[in-house]
């Protein structure tokens, strides 16, 4: 992602930075789990009660959407 290089950034860390401050929702970068170079993902882990889930994946479907058509 171009913004992401122009903060000096890995992708995936700007997904989750952004993703905290817009959606009040904690994930955390693949690079910081030993993933591979320009393979970006996000690591998940679900400490809310099931009925939150679904919140949860809202929220990250709509950022994904905003954050894809901001960039695209």
Request: with cysteine; proline share 6%; aromatic share 6%.
């Amino acid at each position: 992602c171009v913004g992401s290089q122009m903060l000096g950034v890995e992708p995936d860390v700007l997904f989750c930075q952004r993703f905290l401050e817009e959606e009040g929702v904690c994930v955390g970068p693949g690079c910081e789990n030993g993933q591979d170079d320009d393979n970006f993902h996000i690591r998940i882990c679900v400490l809310a009660p099931p009925a939150a889930l679904e919140e949860v994946l809202t929220r990250l479907r709509s950022f994904h959407l905003r954050l894809l058509s901001s960039c695209c």
